[in-house]
């Protein structure tokens, strides 16, 4: 059946599970949950073009037009601390969350949770913004437009050349993100990538899916997929800047946060796994499995 995943997807694996673990938000209160996203997401992203549009929208303050070339890093950077100070949090907190508030820990820690994922996708998503053409006008420096330049217009290509490049190498890339994300939802549910089992150890099952001997995350693989279809888009030099900005904060928290709790917990083992298994890279040999995971239709 041609849209047999979307079905499977329309079953929502493990959101009775993610159910159980939030009393606070059963039948119609679910939808908090997806409130508390939009409403994260879009403060971020509002956040992130304000910082990168002030100098224009104040354009006799010479300081800020001074600095407007380095605003959308600022930005960016700024999002980025508060976005994984909330994640290390939900992380941080458990055990007294746990000690706290006992069966509700997990309920307790959501919404920081939910703040934190909902900022960091509106970074990635904010690779994607044309800063040469925000609404509140053009810019005010010029280097800042040398920034926002395609650097495949440097080398002297045909502007309708050049954006072809840009659009099909983009939409290439963001569909094996959104493919890849599709295929862990799919195959480990709803309950585990919202870390319910982070809070609750004792209920979780080892995951011995073949995608994870190729790759320790696919899920963040798909993220990142994402975020580089915003840097091919534009190919700028702000565009490199802040996928290599959003490409270390994920590095950060992979090797700082959740890497150290799965090398607590598994010891010698998964330190075994992780020298042998890439974080966000499929090599060469191994294409043919990730292949195998993004045309999958069955949940398992």
């Not at 939900?90 to 508030?101: G, L, P, Q």
């Not at 509106?122 to 053409?133: E, F, G, S, V």
Request: hydrophobic share 55%; proline share 4%; charged share 15%.
């Amino acid at each position: 059946m041609r849209f047999h995943w979307l079905i499977n997807l329309m079953r929502f694996k493990g959101l009775d599970k993610l159910k159980e673990k939030l009393p606070k938000y059963l039948g119609w209160r679910i939808v908090g949950i997806g409130l508390l996203i939009l409403l994260a997401f879009s403060i971020a992203l509002t956040l992130m073009v304000f910082v990168d549009s002030v100098a224009r929208i104040f354009p006799h303050m010479t300081v800020l037009v001074l600095i407007e070339p380095i605003l959308p890093v600022l930005g960016v950077f700024l999002c980025e601390l508060i976005a994984f100070r909330l994640i290390w949090g939900v992380w941080h907190n458990r055990d007294r969350y746990v000690a706290e508030f006992g069966e509700l820990a997990y309920q307790k820690a959501i919404p920081r949770g939910v703040f934190g994922v909902s900022w960091i996708f509106a970074i990635c998503i904010h690779i994607y913004a044309p800063l040469d053409t925000l609404p509140a006008g053009t810019p005010i420096n010029p280097i800042t437009t040398m920034l926002s330049r395609s650097l495949l217009s440097f080398l002297g290509l045909p502007v309708g050349f050049d954006f072809t490049i840009r659009i099909v190498l983009s939409l290439i890339i963001i569909i094996i993100g959104l493919l890849t994300i599709r295929s862990a939802l799919l195959t480990f549910g709803f309950d585990y990538m919202a870390l319910v089992y982070l809070y609750f150890p004792a209920e979780s099952r080892i995951q011995k899916h073949e995608i994870y001997s190729v790759i320790r995350h696919p899920t963040y693989f798909g993220l990142l997929s994402i975020a580089m279809g915003g840097l091919w888009l534009h190919f700028s030099i702000y565009s490199l800047v802040l996928f290599f900005m959003f490409l270390f904060g994920l590095l950060a928290h992979i090797f700082l946060v959740e890497e150290k709790e799965l090398q607590d917990r598994f010891g010698e083992s998964f330190i075994e796994y992780r020298q042998n298994v890439p974080a966000l890279y499929i090599r060469l040999r191994d294409l043919h499995i990730y292949i195998r995971f993004l045309i999958m239709r069955e949940t398992e």
